[in-house]
């Protein structure tokens, strides 16, 4: 069993910035991948960025450029920058968790991105 617990989530204006963090506890593989998926109401969760634990990033092509993501392991937390956020309506973002080894994919609750209009 794997706990993600996000936190950094806040109302931000047009053109800001924000930086997510999510710490991973419980059963963890030194090999895995860590990252971000976004979901805005009424529309499919979608990939925004994660990294593997030998920090092999992916990102979204809308994101590129604008937010970075990065891990400690040590503390098994991952983090996303987001810079240059644009306006919209209000977003969840959900930390994701999977194994190399194993087919297991773990999510945390979400963090809520409110965007000014």
């Known amino acids: 069993q794997v706990q993600l617990v996000e936190s950094g989530g806040g109302k931000v204006q047009p053109g800001g910035s924000l930086r997510l963090s999510c710490a991973a506890s419980?059963?963890?593989?030194?090999?895995?991948?860590m990252g971000w998926y976004r979901q805005a109401p009424g529309k499919q969760r979608e990939l925004v960025a994660t990294?593997?634990?030998?920090?092999?990033?992916t990102y979204a092509d809308s994101v590129k450029g604008r937010f970075t993501i990065s891990r400690d392991n040590a503390k098994n937390t991952v983090y996303l920058q987001m810079n240059s956020l644009p306006p919209g309506d209000t977003a969840f973002y959900y930390c994701n968790y999977s194994n190399a080894i194993t087919p297991q994919i773990y999510w945390g609750q979400g963090t809520q991105v409110p965007l000014s209009s």
């Open positions: 419980g059963r963890i593989f030194s090999v895995n991948s």
């Open positions: 990294m593997t634990s030998g920090g092999i990033p």
